[in-house]
């Protein structure tokens, strides 16, 4: 049986938390009901981007907008944008983040952005606070790139961004529909896809988010401030060999590509840190052909996830991961072949934005706060090429994310709600 996140959540919750309009309770009520859309058996969820489920949650997250006040927008790529009407109309501030998920994924990722941004803007309403400026609350479409293996997608329609001939070729992952059709079925097109920059600038974007990590749980902290954003790069290698029969070919006698990529596996996982601690390198694909239990593998294909927040070192740790390739290729006399299918820059976060927010997060926390990086991707990279972005980190338990036992506490999210609050009223007052 499926625990109630709503009851879970407000167990431990101390409710002399909600404060100046910020209600936990609605909160955890909100992220259950979110939680009830795409539920899977395991207590996680499955929303693609683009599909039924993270339509429905865009329909929820609706109501809550509207209940906050604000005006509704949905551009030409489907992302939602709610205007709050400030008292002058001069400067208009954002936040944000997304509703769909990883197939079977948690229910925090994402979520508690979206929540975040819209209980700002009720605290304002309830408390009768009218905003100086203007407040954009905006819900990305398809930002984990589980329906078309491209990420931060709803965000690069915002900004400009994107291929079109990339992109109209691609299968939805859910349906197997085109790109084209799946846009269809929520009332978009192709063209108007590439049509949906934004109408406004912003004066900042700030993004909350869980922090997929443990570095806040072992600092004790409930909030951090981000530092930048890991910049991606997946290479696509293919190792070829002969394939030939596991019984009768002798061991010395073989040209075993499968046996290559395991070690080209190991040695990548070494490679990291010798370039700097937030590098990192993954081989979470992998395809065997002709992938029979008596036949030796004939070719492999795999990819391999490398990030940083620097760019020249990831670049060195990606021509290092080649070199091995091809050097392990050589000496087991293989061929080896790759492409690089993603290239995204790091992005740092505005450094005096940054200043302003750790000291807000040590107004409510009391706490000297940690800055740290992300190593995921996110939406607010996209905004960084054109404004000012800063992103708060909420605790994860145990940094599990992307899995049905992501968790972070309600204490945890509401002070994330504070700050983000904070932030921006002393943002627009200054």
């Not at 167990?11 to 910020?22: A, K, P, Q, R, W």
């Not at 085109?178 to 108007?192: A, C, I, P, Y």
């Not at 450094?351 to 302003?356: F, H, I, R, V, Y």
Request: aromatic share 6%; with cysteine; glycine share 8%.
């Amino acid at each position: 049986m499926i625990e109630n996140l709503e009851s879970r959540l407000l167990t431990t919750y101390d409710h002399e938390l909600s404060t100046d309009g910020i209600d936990g309770t609605r909160i955890a009520k909100r992220l259950r009901e979110l939680s009830e859309i795409g539920q899977m058996p395991s207590g996680g969820v499955s929303r693609y981007g683009y599909g039924e489920k993270e339509q429905a949650a865009h329909d929820l997250a609706r109501t809550w907008l509207e209940e906050a006040g604000a005006e509704i927008e949905i551009d030409e790529a489907g992302n939602m944008i709610g205007h709050i009407k400030g008292a002058s109309s001069e400067k208009t501030f954002a936040s944000g983040s997304h509703l769909d998920s990883v197939p079977n994924g948690g229910n925090f990722d994402g979520t508690v952005g979206v929540l975040t941004a819209i209980e700002v803007a009720q605290a304002w309403k309830d408390t009768g606070y009218t905003p100086p400026f203007n407040y954009d609350i905006i819900i990305f479409r398809e930002e984990e790139g589980s329906q078309f293996n491209v990420g931060v997608l709803g965000s690069s329609a915002f900004m400009g961004l994107g291929n079109k001939e990339a992109l109209q070729d691609l299968k939805a992952t859910s349906t197997g529909l085109s790109f084209s059709d799946t846009l269809e079925n929520r009332q978009l097109s192709v063209d108007s896809f590439f049509n949906a920059k934004k109408k406004r600038e912003y004066e900042l974007y700030i993004e909350t988010h869980i922090e997929q990590g443990k570095l806040l749980e072992d600092a004790e902290q409930s909030v951090g401030v981000v530092s930048g954003i890991a910049g991606l790069a997946d290479l696509n290698f293919t190792f070829t060999g002969v394939s030939d029969h596991a019984g009768n070919t002798p061991m010395n006698d073989r040209f075993d590509p499968l046996v290559t990529a395991g070690r080209f596996i190991y040695e990548i996982s070494l490679l990291p840190e010798k370039i700097s601690d937030s590098a990192v390198a993954t081989v979470g694909k992998a395809n065997v052909y002709p992938n029979g239990a008596n036949v030796i593998a004939e070719k492999v294909e795999l990819t391999v996830d490398v990030r940083d927040v620097n760019l020249e070192d990831r670049q060195t740790l990606e021509r290092q991961i080649i070199d091995c390739a091809f050097d392990l290729a050589k000496e087991n006399e293989l061929s080896v072949d790759y492409t690089k299918t993603t290239d995204v820059n790091p992005v740092l976060m505005d450094e005096e934005l940054q200043a302003d927010l750790k000291q807000v997060i040590q107004e409510v926390t009391h706490q000297e706060p940690l800055t740290l990086p992300s190593g995921a991707g996110h939406d607010g990279m996209n905004l960084a090429l054109d404004c000012p972005v800063a992103m708060v980190f909420v605790k994860s338990h145990q940094g599990i994310s992307h899995h049905p036992d992501e968790w972070s506490d309600l204490a945890d999210i509401v002070t994330g709600v504070q700050v983000s609050k904070q932030f921006l009223e002393q943002k627009m007052e200054a």
